[in-house]
């Protein structure tokens, strides 16, 4: 019995994280400035290099360079290690949150294929390599989002506030912010950020749970893949 409780308690948001080394207030401050040049100065979608007559790069490798380059910003800005912000390999992830991993991506698979799966096979026309190269933008481009609004400003947001607080400012900033701004032009726009902020504040309560960024960040851009196209 207790061999199955450990996989099952992952969907109570119940997981083994092991406790990470605290930082300094300076180290959260840089934090604070890298989320602040990466989502308003360059812009979640590298919207600044637009004023500049470079070459359009394929948008995975343009999501790939922002997550390397926030990656570097945190280890050599902030002095932080990447387990600071939840970056684990799959050997040190507990048995719960390998278990919750697999459980949840195979389920989310399903279901997903189940809805969008006569959309999906329609816009790839049998093409396996555009799906995989939107495979690959939707799983970087989810990652990214983790990264940024999970890893970098929850993280630091929760040190100096508390896990509620900090949850939800985070999340609202997920929601309304820079990211998914562009929704205000859209129809009926209070549904969409209603759906945002739901998803966004199931992926915050995970994180926390689990200290597990991997886990949220696949999940995102599994989701992307599929709903986004």
Known sequence: MSA?????????????APQTPPYEPAAGLRLLLIF???EFVLGPRLSLLGLYPLPQLPGWIRILLMILLALVLVNRFARLSLRQIGLRPWRDWSVTER????QVFIIAN????????SRLKAMLGGSWGLGLVLFLTGLLWGF???LMYRGILQTELVRRWGTIPGILVGNL?????????????????LPIFGAI??????????????????IVGILHGLGNFYIGG
């Open 173 to 189: 900033i997920f929601t309304f912010g820079p990211l998914h701004f562009y929704h205000f032009k859209g129809h009926a726009p």
């Open 99 to 102: 278990s919750y991993f697999i």
């Open 4 to 16: 199955l409780v450990r996989h099952l308690k992952g969907h109570i948001f119940v997981f083994d």
């Open 36 to 38: 602040l040049l990466m």
């Open 144 to 146: 990214q989002q983790e």
């Open 110 to 117: 399903v279901v997903f294929l189940l809805i969008y799966g």
């Open 197 to 214: 902020f739901a998803i966004g504040l199931l992926f915050a309560v995970i994180f926390r749970r689990s200290g597990n960024l991997l």
